[in-house]
Nanobody
Framework: QAQLVESGGGLVQPGGSLRLSCAASGSIFRINAMAWYRQAPGKQRELVAVISIGGDRRSYAESVKGRFTISRDYAKNTVYLQMNSLKPEDTAVYYC????????????WGQGTQVTVSS
């Protein structure tokens, strides 16, 4: 089975909201800080948000701080990214992975989920 499966993307108007989900294998989820990354057209993949193993600490890229919230649910082996006040510049393919992977990690990346913010 896939190790990481992203879902929840879609088309939304500026100012709208979406919640992305990342279903992870238990072995990955339980022992790793998790992160959301995104890659906009013509741009390199970048780190968006990180959540600690226990979920008590979170950090965000400056571009999304105050608008996005990362969370994790141990009962579901799932990491979420709640995105509010979306802007056109948030348009990208969003990926989840371990925080340690980094935006340029050589490991296999999933398909990601497309988020398009447009009027």
């Amino acid at each position: 089975q896939a190790q990481l499966v992203e879902s929840g993307g879609g088309l939304v108007q500026p100012g709208g909201s979406l919640r992305l989900s990342c279903a992870a294998s238990g072995s990955i989820f339980r022992i790793n800080a998790m992160a959301w990354y995104r890659q906009a057209p013509g741009k390199q993949r970048e780190l968006v948000a990180v959540i600690s193993i226990g979920g008590d600490r979170r950090s965000y890229a400056e571009s999304v701080k105050g608008r996005f919230t990362i969370s994790r649910d141990y009962a579901k082996n799932t990491v979420y990214l709640q995105m509010n006040s979306l802007k056109p510049e948030d348009t990208a393919v969003y990926y989840c992975n371990t925080a340690a992977a980094g935006p340029n990690g050589e490991g296999r990346w999933g398909q990601g989920t497309q988020v398009t913010v447009s009027s």
